[in-house]
């Protein structure tokens, strides 16, 4: 019943930045924790950040901490990726996620997905 759309992506060059948008429908959205995970090419899905239902706690993987910023706005529900400073490294597809709890520290407790949008960043 719950769907997420992600929207944002492209291709930039290291130093750009991207901010990646998901819209939520289907209910509830303000009481749900939300994160961000991405997948590259070759590689498993892994953790980037996450924010509790409130937006008063958010946490980040290490190699994105001082460059990326993760909000939402539960008036609109839309979650946010902000991404600065970006590096080849971080290209992959980028999914949200929403919790089955309104703060989530195990990705098994996302439940519902985006499709996913690409970041491409080159060099």
């Known amino acids: 019943q719950a769907q997420l759309v992600e929207s944002g992506g492209g291709l930039v060059q290291v130093g750009g930045s991207l901010r990646l948008s998901c819209v939520a429908s289907g209910g509830a959205f303000s009481r749900y924790g939300m994160g961000w995970f991405r997948r590259a090419p070759g590689k498993e899905r892994e953790f980037v950040a996450a924010i509790n239902y409130s937006a008063l706690r958010t946490t980040y993987v290490d190699s994105v901490k001082g460059r990326f910023t993760i909000s939402r706005d539960n008036a609109k529900n839309t979650l946010y990726l902000q991404m600065n400073n970006l590096k080849t490294e971080d290209t992959a597809e980028y999914y949200c996620?929403?919790?089955?709890?309104?703060?989530?520290?195990?990705?098994?407790?996302?439940?519902?997905w985006g499709q996913g949008i690409q970041v491409t960043v080159s060099s």
């Open positions: 996620a929403r919790a089955v709890t309104n703060w989530a520290t195990k990705v098994s407790d996302y439940r519902t």
